[in-house]
């Protein structure tokens, strides 16, 4: 069963470190991702459909919105992996350098000896659930800023070629976003929602897909997963509350979701959040 050892959530985004056994469902983010290997077997993380190496010598970075999802390969151990999901507009103000949307150059990341002592680092402060010095913003920083710099290193914009996901949207898939923003709680009917944005329900998948980078229906889980994630770990509500309030009929329906998104089940998650440091 997959891990959450340590959680911390701030103004970076969240970072977390998971013991990973287990496959994950194909999914997305709004924040820049990265994923780190710390110790354990080797594993893969497939992005955009296309299996890449997790190990000591290499990481993953995943864009924004861009669909991917862990997988085992030795599933006799699990595979201790650092995990960042990191706001845009953090990066951007910290580094000044990165584009508006912290997208990567391209998704494997070779480790150099700087990179491995920084995660090694990072991994030890979150394990110890020791962030009293305030310096794991800090460490966060260098590590994407490494990360990032590295994912650039021999590729040119022009290299990677596709268009930045939702950065010239069409008004009408604005529309059947914001409509997905306001019915999160809802059942929702995507067939619904294309009509109500003025498009057919084919064409709105393909024009979903073609402007956003990935199908609607993995936005949409996206959304819960993001409101579920801030109610968690603001401790406010239980857990069956917020999965009411996000549309699943049962605790045990939202449980699933959560672990096939999250990696583990929604009170573990909450349970292992450190703390909100800012």
Same mark, same amino acid.
């Given at each position: 069963?997959? $891990?959450?050892?340590?959680?911390?959530?701030?103004? %970076?985004? +969240?970072?977390?470190?998971?013991?990973?056994?287990?496959?994950?469902?194909?999914?997305?983010?709004?924040?820049?991702? =990265?994923?780190?290997? #710390?110790?354990?077997?080797?594993?893969?993380?497939?992005?955009?459909?296309?299996?890449?190496?997790?190990?000591?010598?290499?990481?993953?970075?995943?864009?924004?919105?861009?669909?991917?999802? %862990?997988?085992?390969?030795?599933?006799?151990?699990?595979?201790?992996? =650092?995990?960042?999901?990191?706001?845009?507009?953090?990066?951007?103000?910290? @580094?000044?350098?990165? @584009?508006?949307?912290?997208? !990567?150059?391209?998704?494997?990341?070779?480790?150099?000896?700087?990179? @491995?002592?920084?995660?090694?680092?990072?991994?030890? #402060?979150?394990?110890?659930?020791?962030?009293?010095?305030?310096?794991?913003?800090?460490?966060?920083?260098?590590?994407?800023?490494?990360?990032?710099?590295?994912?650039?290193?021999?590729?040119?914009?022009?290299? #990677?070629?596709?268009?930045?996901?939702?950065?010239?949207?069409? &008004?009408?898939?604005?529309?059947?976003?914001?409509?997905? @923003?306001?019915?999160?709680?809802?059942?929702?009917? =995507? /067939?619904?929602?294309?009509?109500?944005?003025?498009?057919?329900?084919?064409? &709105?998948?393909?024009? !979903?897909?073609?402007?956003?980078?990935?199908?609607?229906?993995? %936005?949409?889980?996206?959304? +819960?997963?993001?409101?579920? $994630?801030?109610? =968690? /770990?603001?401790?406010?509500?239980?857990?069956?509350? $917020?999965? !009411?309030?996000?549309?699943?009929?049962?605790?045990?329906? &939202?449980?699933?979701?959560?672990?096939?998104?999250?990696?583990?089940?929604?009170?573990?998650?909450?349970?292992? #959040?450190?703390?909100?440091?800012?």
């Amino acid at each position: 069963m997959s $891990i959450a050892h340590a959680v911390a959530h701030g103004a %970076f985004g +969240r970072t977390c470190l998971f013991g990973l056994d287990r496959q994950m469902v194909p999914h997305a983010h709004r924040e820049g991702h =990265l994923i780190f290997h #710390v110790s354990g077997p080797p594993a893969q993380v497939v992005v955009d459909g296309q299996p890449l190496p997790l190990s000591p010598t290499m990481a993953t970075a995943i864009s924004p919105w861009q669909p991917h999802y %862990f997988k085992p390969i030795d599933l006799r151990q699990p595979t201790l992996t =650092l995990v960042l999901y990191i706001r845009p507009g953090w990066f951007v103000e910290a @580094s000044r350098q990165a @584009s508006g949307i912290l997208r !990567f150059g391209r998704s494997t990341v070779e480790m150099s000896t700087h990179l @491995s002592r920084l995660v090694t680092e990072t991994a030890r #402060v979150l394990a110890q659930h020791r962030d009293g010095d305030g310096g794991l913003e800090d460490r966060l920083g260098a590590l994407t800023q490494a990360a990032f710099d590295l994912t650039w290193q021999w590729t040119s914009p022009a290299d #990677v070629g596709a268009a930045e996901p939702g950065r010239s949207c069409d &008004f009408r898939l604005r529309r059947a976003i914001t409509l997905l @923003s306001e019915k999160l709680g809802e059942p929702i009917d =995507l /067939a619904a929602v294309s009509r109500a944005a003025g498009l057919s329900r084919p064409h &709105f998948f393909k024009l !979903f897909r073609e402007q956003m980078g990935l199908p609607p229906t993995l %936005f949409l889980n996206a959304l +819960r997963m993001e409101r579920a $994630i801030d109610r =968690l /770990a603001r401790g406010e509500e239980t857990v069956s509350e $917020i999965g !009411f309030d996000l549309g699943f009929a049962t605790p045990a329906s &939202f449980s699933r979701f959560f672990i096939a998104n999250g990696v583990v089940p929604p009170s573990a998650y909450r349970r292992n #959040v450190v703390g909100l440091a800012h």
